[in-house]
Every structure is written in C-alpha cells, then in structure tokens.
C-alpha cells in the first residue's frame, strides 16, 4: 500500500491551498487517515486526522482555518487549508494508522503507521 500526496507549494499569508492524499491497492479498510507537519527546527504535529466518518481532529492552532475530508470511495482524504499563516510552514505527510488490503493472492493483509512522502507548503510574502 502507497500513500500518494498532492498538492503543497507556496502561498503568500491569507491564502489558501489544497493537499490531497490517496491510498493505492485493494484496499477494504482504512482507519485514522490524516496529515501531520514537521516546521524547520520543531518536532513532527498532527494536523487534521478523519477519525471517523463523522469525526475529525484537528491540531488547536488550525481549527478554523483548515478542514479535512475522506472520500471512502477513492480512499483519500483532501486538507482544505485557508487563511494560511507563516507559522504554517511546513512539511505536511499523509498518514494512515490502519490500512486492509487483499494482496495478489487475495489474502487480507494489513500495514500499520503508513507514511506517505511529504509535500512543503512554504507560506510567505
């Protein structure tokens, strides 16, 4: 199973970006997806993590300002960031607690604490 990130670049503050995030493979189950950042010199944050199909956590210093989505078809999520700040620069990675797959001989497997390769949002003027 590949996590695979879009989105990401450079914004002046106030705007707005978009990251997005798919899990490949034939996959039947999938919990806790979300994004985490790291920021020069700090240690790695969660940011936003779609618990549940109606649940979401979100880091204190996003709440309001940024949104997470889950599409369980496409087994993505989407992070709708607004009003960006430069303290939101960072490097943001999807990342999937539990994910289910059948492999090439059908049989159910699963991977845990799945990493995807980090996009940058720099925010700045």
């Known amino acids: 199973v590949q996590l695979q990130a879009s989105g990401g670049g450079l914004v002046q503050p106030g705007g707005s970006l978009s990251l997005s995030c798919a899990a490949s493979?034939?996959?039947?189950?999938?919990?806790?997806m979300g994004w985490f950042r790291q920021a020069p010199g700090k240690q790695r944050e969660m940011v936003a993590v779609?618990?549940?199909?109606?649940?979401?956590d979100y880091a204190d210093s996003v709440k309001g300002r940024f949104t997470i989505s889950k599409d369980n078809a496409k087994n993505a999520v989407t992070l709708q960031m607004n009003n960006l700040k430069p303290d939101d620069t960072a490097v943001y990675s999807c990342?999937?607690?539990?994910?289910?797959?059948?492999?090439?001989?059908?049989?159910?497997?699963?991977?845990?604490?799945?990493w995807g390769r980090g996009t940058l949002v720099t925010v700045s003027s």
């Open positions: 990342h999937v607690d539990e994910v289910g797959y059948r492999d090439f001989q059908g049989m159910e497997r699963y991977q845990f604490d799945v």
């Open positions: 493979g034939s996959i039947f189950l999938i919990n806790r």
């Open positions: 779609s618990v549940t199909d109606s649940r979401e």
